[in-house]
């Protein structure tokens, strides 16, 4: 056993978090993970408004202690992509501009940090060259930005893993929010071509692996009988999922049969990347407006005998890393380690 003390991955959470969405459940183990040193949450625009999201944030920090983390609120829109009636009718209540009335804990107290979650990511990227994860479970918009303002970003960032698309040539590739796309990357389809073709060191964990991770009754029981460290919060947790199993009118609202661990994903692979099984693709987004848009796809390059041209040209989008297979057990394990231990 090594007598070097345990170094924390250095982490950013940026997230359309709610309450006890999977970004705030995400989010709660990123907090709770002695593997992570979380720097700062940066909230975007998404599931929800983004007061709302900032809200939601500084309330989880507080119910769990952890009041320095700081909360830097980002873009309350997406950069080209404008709301519509099937925007407004499907999840998302993205640059709807509400003030936040109420979240079920109550509101919070504490402030948010006032730089712009562009302005600290860049800030801590040029802190610890190298050494900073930035674990993208929402819309890349602040991402996008980040690296539009400081392209060096690129070259020293760690790593961005991120929760979002769709490669209709591996199993359940399909889209969530339209038949095509999926949520994150459909909100601003024009951020994450930005992102996926910036050739900075990128994780993407499509829907393919996330779908792996619809869990059941005999998992929720698990983790309604896990000790949790923070009761108040294990609670909450326990109630929102709750709603999934005995309600069944709500899984039918939400078109979802089991509750899944989507953006989990991603600090589960900051923790142990090995729970993947990972494949080196092209992976790129359509911009074009109407049914492909916010599309992804992937594909490995191919190459002509005679060497004269491959598919894709360079200069289209970079090879990134695609997860693409899982072990949802060993997630769970982390997962609950995380919450108990
Ligand atoms: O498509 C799945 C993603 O959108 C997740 O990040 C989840 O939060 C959902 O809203
Ligand atoms: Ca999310």
Redesign the pocket.
């Known amino acids: 056993m090594s007598d070097l003390p345990h170094q924390s991955r250095k982490v950013i959470m940026d ?2 978090i709610g309450w006890m ?3 705030c459940t995400a989010t709660m183990f990123a907090l709770l993970s002695p593997d992570l040193d979380l720097l700062g949450i940066t909230p975007v625009m ?2 929800f408004d983004l007061d709302h999201e900032v809200a939601c944030a500084l309330r989880l920090l507080e119910l769990l202690g952890r009041t320095e983390v700081p909360v830097c609120a980002g873009f309350d829109r997406p950069l080209i992509h404008e709301r519509s009636s099937y925007a407004d009718q499907v ?2 209540k993205w640059g709807t501009l509400q003030p936040v009335e109420s979240i079920p804990p109550g509101l919070p107290t504490l402030q948010r940090d006032p730089r712009h979650a562009v302005d600290f990511i860049i800030e801590c990227v040029q802190k610890y060259p190298n050494e900073v994860t930035i674990l993208a ?2 819309p890349l918009t602040n991402v996008a930005v980040a690296i539009r303002k400081y392209p060096q970003l690129v070259e020293q960032v760690g790593e961005i893993i991120i ?2 698309g769709n490669i209709p040539g591996l199993p359940r590739g399909h889209g ?2 339209t038949p095509m796309a ?3 990357i459909w909100v601003d389809p024009e951020a994450a071509r930005i992102v996926l073709r910036s050739g900075a060191p990128i994780t993407l964990l499509p ?1 393919n692996v ?1 779908r792996l991770t619809h869990f059941d009754r005999a998992y929720f029981d698990r983790l309604a009988s896990a000790e949790s460290k923070h009761p108040e919060v294990a609670r909450l947790f326990r109630d929102y999922l709750l709603i999934h199993f005995e309600n069944p009118e709500v899984d039918r609202k939400n078109a979802r049969l089991f509750y899944g661990l ?2 989990h994903c991603v600090v589960g692979c900051a923790i142990n990347p090995d729970l993947y099984t990972v494949t080196e693709m092209h992976v790129d987004v359509n911009i074009v407006q109407g049914a492909f848009y916010g599309a992804t796809h992937g594909y490995q390059r191919g190459t002509y005998s005679s060497g004269a041209y491959q598919f894709p040209l360079d200069d289209g989008c970079r090879p990134i890393k695609v997860a693409h297979e899982m072990d949802f057990e060993g997630l769970v394990d982390i997962y609950l380690r995380a919450l108990t231990e």
């Open positions: 997230c359309d969405n999977d970004d998404g599931n999840w998302g479970t929402g929760m979002g969530n929010i999926e949520f994150n829907l996330c989507y953006d």
